[in-house]
């Protein structure tokens, strides 16, 4: 089972965290900083999978993947394939360039729901929903599309009347 | 519009932050405070935007519980777009302890319910986030009922949160089996691929309650076309061919298909795993998959190379002999710069070397050591460490050989190893007596070295130094060059060392310099005299003239012990300026006796002291026997059936400590000093016929039902082999079926319900197994006493989902959804209400009621949170 997938760049700033256990923030900042710790020292020419006792309370592993500026990093218990997540993350940041059109941090960044919506395509509770990165994409389209017609349905009803939104705001001036 | 035309868009904070690189914190304070106050605005677009920066700066580390209720809020609104911000926000933000979650349930059941596809697959999502008991509670009915959707993704999804839910629920486990089992015939293949996913978790888990549905997951293993399920369903494999050896047999025709066609490495290293974790016995597709498993290795990429050791690894521990051919590719590995891969491939060295090629392997280790950085190095001597050490040194022939290593590795720059050398060079030089020369000899480089006792400053190299400085004093005998050990025991340099080596180091001298004295003084023995002469004209230049005359010999004598005194005396002083209180004791206890000797002038006197210190610091420190404690006579009078207390065998810490004591006694049986621990060690060791004739019996009694439930599972013949391996499975085994009907707190039941004796007697059988699952059990307990405020229990979900359900067991509210549910049209749009899913009678209201529904949740929220607790209760309790 997947217990989480995160985002962090070079510097150990984290850009998408997504945790399929509860943990109180300190323990997610906690596995967030351990996580780095562990991959950053790691040159590029190594094995994408680290081993270590302590990590996000034993029993775990980790895969990551450095893309550019970006680790990608899954850590999942030991019954999990390794390769298999490996492939996973690629399938990921594959997803990612189709919808980003060459995805780069700052695409992340900005637009962290988007990102983030279409792990959950991928990923559900730590499980593995979906692999094919052609069909996450239409999976994510469609909530999209249907996320707009409805935007777009309830302006057209309000377009008339008033949109009863309070107006002031302690701010405003 | 007013508030979000002035409001920073997320994309506004982010991008200020990125212009306020400098003083990022008050930037961050400052839109904290923006966002406090746009959360309590009445805009739901503001309040979301709010929230999703709020989100944003949770990731980055804020705290954002105390928004939880804006949280729940925004998760509440019907567009789409806003609901998702919600929902990501509490999937990141909520767990156990978030009080809001009562808010949500009828909010989650409403998208489940619901006809919009997005909706649904949202709401799945959520609930798969941040589910809890209760949440489990109230919604599984829903989700099982998602279960026979007509849409395949939302069935496939629906699989996958249900396991999510059983984690949280687990008697949900056994009433949802069936239908989730079903869809292992769905039309759709992604479907089915979920749902052995889901299958694979729960078999990995607890796999002897699974074993009757192999021949099921053998059917989709040969007709998987899906990577990704085939490598699932071997994973399942994995973890039943080890309870079940017939399967092997089954299995492995279509692993070797697989194996012979895959292209994919995943694949094939999958089949690899589940041939080691179960299947090592068939020697045939042993065969090929260590041929497979030799090309990852030797492969250049990285991964492939890690993984092959890590496989290799877990043939090491099943079947060493077989793959000794890669001894040598692991020992070539250990140059190789990625630690992951060489932490790997040291335990494949360590589990594959024998008493043959010890020498040689230890030697290749250690070539490593100079040019590896500190963390590799001291891993490279913990392994050597273990290696040699292990079984009682079993693999060394030659002691003196290691004595030197263990020497070589004291002087490791920076090892942490220092406990474990000191206590190896002490335990050899005590245990045998024929080392305890070379013992002395190989300290001896450490003990005049300069540069060791500069790094025992720091680090753990002190504790060798202090074993040195033991073992020199403690064999004193040995030692060829006492003037050099002398001043090596006193050079400066050790002033730095911690207190207790120095006390040690001055116990060194006191006992060197006795036993030098004894001898010189004592020897009316020829041989002896030559000896001492041989001693002594090491350090006493000139000796040989004096030899001749034998009132002059014994002056010289004199003179040798004097002047070995002096400087003694000269250097001893040092000391006396440090706080340790034994340090100075030591000091002055030395000085005390080198004063006595001073004041003499008679070698008569000199002879009669020393003879009698030497009595006293001669008497050699032995090692005991670990059986030795069978070897003392019961006394008579002693009383052990009648329990001292009645209590004490219920108390789970007095055996503990019972057993604590019995290995003191075991391993100092010289020293029992507390009766009770005698008593208790007796108690535990000598168990009456009666006891253990009853144990046995509930023992068989239990096993046997075992065998009949599961009696398919077993070869017709109890073979020994058998018999033998089944044991180690009969305590968890016997304990789940003998606590089948409470499916909740399993473990804890069972270790209260099990007779007093009965207990006693396993542990005593096991002893070494029994009490460390117990005590991890607590742990657990514990752990999630804190963590959580719903206390579930680990082993829960080990039940067996196969038998038949129970009365009261049914998934209720599931009948409230029409068969006709997968007709997406017509679906029912009732109201929920808040009863629990046990209740028959939900009602279904008109579909205008929906609209009002918020309100009304929010009218609910007091009479809910006024029955939850009752209705959380009974659930319990049933």
New interface residues.
């Given amino acids: 089972?997947i217990r989480c997938f995160l985002v962090i760049n070079n510097f150990g700033?984290?850009r998408?965290?997504?945790?399929?256990e509860?943990?109180?923030?300190e323990e997610r900042?906690k596995a967030i900083e351990d996580a780095y710790r562990l991959v950053s020292k790691r040159?590029d020419?190594?094995?994408?999978?680290?081993?270590d006792d302590n990590l996000f309370g034993g029993d775990s592993q980790l895969i990551y993947r450095h893309f550019a500026t970006l680790y990608f990093i899954v850590i999942c218990d030991k019954?999990e394939?390794?390769?298999?997540i490996?492939?996973l993350i690629q399938v990921y940041v594959e997803t990612l360039d189709k919808s980003f059109e060459n995805v780069c941090e700052l695409d992340i960044?900005?637009n962290?729901?988007k990102a983030?919506?279409i792990l959950?395509q991928m990923i559900?509770?730590?499980?593995?929903?979906?692999?094919n990165s052609q069909e996450i994409v239409t999976?994510y389209k469609?909530?999209e599309r249907?996320?707009?017609q409805?935007?777009k349905e309830?302006s057209n009803k309000n377009a008339g009347g008033t949109?009863g939104?309070?107006?002031?705001?302690?701010?405003?001036f | 519009?007013?508030?979000s035309l002035?409001?920073k868009s997320?994309?506004d904070m982010?991008s200020g932050m990125r212009s306020n690189r400098n003083n990022e914190e008050k930037y961050i304070q400052k839109s904290m405070e923006?966002i406090k106050?746009e959360l309590k605005?009445?805009?739901?677009?503001v309040k979301t935007v709010a929230l999703?920066k709020l989100t944003?700066l949770?990731?980055?580390?804020f705290?954002?519980?105390w928004a939880a209720f804006h949280v729940v809020e925004v998760m509440s609104t019907p567009?789409?777009?806003h609901k998702?911000?919600g929902y990501?926000a509490a999937?990141?933000?909520?767990?156990?302890?978030t009080d809001v979650m009562l808010l949500i349930t009828n909010l989650l059941k409403k998208d489940l319910i619901s006809t919009?596809?997005?909706e649904r697959?949202?709401g799945?999502?959520c609930l798969?986030?941040?589910?809890t008991l209760d949440l489990a509670r109230d919604l599984i009915a829903d989700v099982y009922g998602l279960l026979s959707s007509s849409s395949a993704?939302c069935r496939?999804?629906s699989a996958?949160?249900l396991?999510?839910c059983f984690l949280k629920y687990p008697d949900a486990l056994r009433p949802c089996f069936k239908g989730l089992v079903e869809h292992l015939d769905d039309h759709e293949q992604?479907v089915v691929c979920?749902v052995v996913?889901?299958l694979?978790?729960l078999v990995?888990k607890h796999p002897h309650n699974y074993l009757e549905m192999a021949p099921l997951f053998y059917r989709l293993l040969l007709n998987s076309t899906n990577n990704?399920m085939t490598?699932k369903l071997l994973?399942i494999f994995g973890a039943l061919t080890p309870l079940e050896p017939r399967l092997t047999k089954k299995i492995v025709e279509p692993l070797k298909n697989i194996m012979s066609s895959t292209m994919a490495?995943?694949l094939l290293?999958?089949c690899i795993t589940t041939v080691c974790s179960g299947m090592t016995s068939n020697e045939e597709i042993v065969e090929m998959a260590l041929g497979h498993l030799k090309d990852f290795v030797l492969d250049s990429d990285?991964?492939l190379?890690?993984?092959g050791f890590?496989a290799l690894e877990q043939f090491v521990k099943h079947i060493p002999e077989t793959v000794l051919r890669f001894g040598n590719a692991a020992l070539m590995c250990l140059s190789t710069?990625?630690?992951?891969?060489r932490?790997?491939a040291l335990r494949v060295i360590s589990g594959l070397v024998s008493k043959k090629d010890l020498k040689e392997v230890i030697v290749r280790v250690l070539e490593h050591i100079p040019s590896a950085d500190t963390a590799y190095r001291n891993e490279l001597s913990e392994v050597v460490l273990s290696i040699c050490c292990r079984d009682k040194y079993s693999l060394v022939s030659d002691f003196s050989w290691y004595l030197n290593i263990l020497v070589e590795l004291a002087r490791v720059p920076g090892s942490v190893h220092g406990k474990t050398i000191a206590f190896q060079i002490t335990d050899i030089a005590c245990r045998v007596e024929a080392m305890r020369d070379d013992a002395v000899q190989a300290v001896r480089s450490l003990l005049i070295d300069p540069f060791v006792v500069e790094m025992g400053k720091s680090g753990s190299i002190g504790e060798v130094l202090k074993a040195t400085a033991w073992i020199t004093g403690e064999y004193a005998s040995f030692v060829e060059h006492p003037k050099e050990t002398i001043e090596a025991l006193l050079q400066p340099g050790i002033l730095k060392l911690p207190c207790s080596v120095q006390a040690m180091y001055i116990q060194a001298i006191l006992k060197v310099f006795v036993h030098i004295t004894n001898d010189l003084v004592c020897d009316d023995d020829a041989d002896e005299a030559s000896q001492s002469e041989k001693d002594g004209s090491t350090w006493v230049e000139g000796e040989d003239d004096a030899e001749e005359d034998n009132g002059d010999e014994e002056l010289d004598k004199l003179g040798v012990v004097n002047e070995l005194s002096d400087l003694i005396l000269a250097h001893v002083d040092q000391y006396s300026d440090t706080p340790d209180p034994e340090v100075v004791e030591r000091m002055s206890q030395l000085k005390a006796v080198l004063d006595l000797q001073k004041g003499m002038d008679d070698i008569k006197d000199v002879k009669d002291l020393f003879s009698k210190l030497h009595g006293i610091i001669s008497e050699e420190l032995q090692p005991i026997s670990g059986k030795a404690q069978k070897k003392v006579p019961l006394p008579e009078d002693l009383q052990v059936i009648d329990p001292i207390m009645e209590e004490f065998f219920d108390e789970e810490f007095d055996l503990q400590q019972a057993e604590e004591d019995v290995e003191v006694a075991d391993n100092q049986a010289a020293s029992v000093t507390s009766s009770r621990g005698m008593d208790a060690a007796q108690a535990l060791t000598e168990a009456t016929e009666e006891q253990k004739k009853f144990a046995d019996e509930t023992a068989k009694n239990q096993l046997k039902q075992h065998r009949e439930k599961h009696g398919v599972f077993y070869l017709s013949s109890d073979d020994k082999q058998g018999a033998g391996d089944m044991g180690e499975d009969d305590g968890g085994e016997v304990e789940n079926v003998s606590v089948q009907e409470p499916p909740v707190d399993v473990s804890e039941d069972s270790a209260t319900k099990v007779d007093a004796l009965t207990s006693y007697r396993r542990k005593k059988k096991k002893k070494k197994k029994q009490p460390t699952d117990l005590v991890v059990k607590q742990d657990e307990d514990v752990n999630e006493g804190v963590d959580s405020p719903v206390k579930i229990n680990k082993n829960a979900l080990d039940v067996n989902p196969l038998a038949p359900l129970e009365d009261g067991e049914e998934l209720p509210s599931v009948e409230a959804y029409p068969t006709s549910y997968s007709n997406e049209g017509d679906m029912p749009t009732y109201e929920t209400s808040y009863e629990p899913v046990h209740s028959q009678n939900t009602e279904a209201p008109p579909a205008e009621k929906q609209k009002h529904k918020s309100r009304r949740r929010r009218k609910h929220k007091s009479r809910k949170e006024k029955e939850g607790a009752p209705q959380e209760a009974t659930a319990a309790e049933t």
């Fill in positions: 089972m700033k984290p998408l965290i997504k945790f399929y509860r943990l109180s923030n900042q040159l020419d190594l094995c994408n999978f680290v081993e019954a394939s390794e390769l298999g490996l492939d960044i900005f962290q729901q983030g919506l959950d559900t509770g730590g499980l593995v929903l979906e692999t999976k469609e909530l249907s996320m707009k409805q935007e309830s949109t939104s309070y107006n002031k705001s302690p701010r405003a | 519009m007013g508030i002035f409001q997320l994309r982010i923006d106050k605005s009445t805009d739901m677009k999703q944003y949770n990731m980055l580390g705290d954002m519980s567009k789409l777009l998702v911000v990501q999937a990141q933000s909520f767990n156990e302890g919009n596809p997005t697959s949202i799945l999502d798969s986030n941040i589910v993704p496939k999804r996958l949160v396991y999510c992604s979920s996913s889901v694979c978790e990995i990704w490598m994973k490495k995943s290293f999958d990285p991964n190379k890690y993984l890590k710069a990625d630690p992951t891969i932490s790997s």
